[in-house]
């Protein structure tokens, strides 16, 4: 199994920013890519991002493309989400999932994390 723990969350004024971990553990060779989504009340769950652990490939939902940066830190065996710039409409339960890179994208997420708290005041 594996086993994933997202940390880093948050209250932030309109803005700010954050920087969300999500640190693997177990079988970690069963998934070469590591997705962050995230969930608000009343709305459907949102991939806002992605990353291919072998080579760095990275996606971006427009929602957050060129105010988030995906990374990992292979030895810590650690997924980072750095929020720039956040608003009001980014509140909700971020959420960090393992699976498997095909056809371009992070898909088959056979692995997640409970998820870890963002608001954002404006």
């Known amino acids: 199994q594996v086993q994933l723990v997202e940390s880093g969350g948050g209250s932030v004024q309109a803005g700010g920013s954050l920087r969300l971990s999500c640190v693997a553990s177990?079988?970690?060779?069963?998934?070469?890519?590591v997705g962050w989504f995230r969930q608000a009340p009343g709305k459907d769950r949102e991939g806002v991002a992605s990353?291919?652990?072998?080579?760095?490939?990275?996606y971006y939902a427009d929602s957050v493309k060129g105010r988030s940066t995906i990374s990992q830190d292979k030895a810590q065996n650690t997924v980072y989400l750095q929020m720039n710039n956040l608003k009001p409409e980014d509140t909700a339960m971020y959420l960090c999932?393992?699976?498997?890179?095909?056809?371009?994208?992070?898909?088959?997420?056979?692995?997640w994390g409970q998820g870890t708290q963002v608001t954002v005041s404006s």
């Open positions: 999932a393992a699976g498997v890179w095909y056809a371009g994208a992070c898909r088959d997420y056979r692995y």
């Open positions: 990353i291919n652990i072998r080579d760095d490939s990275t």
């Open positions: 177990g079988y970690t060779w069963r998934y070469d890519c």
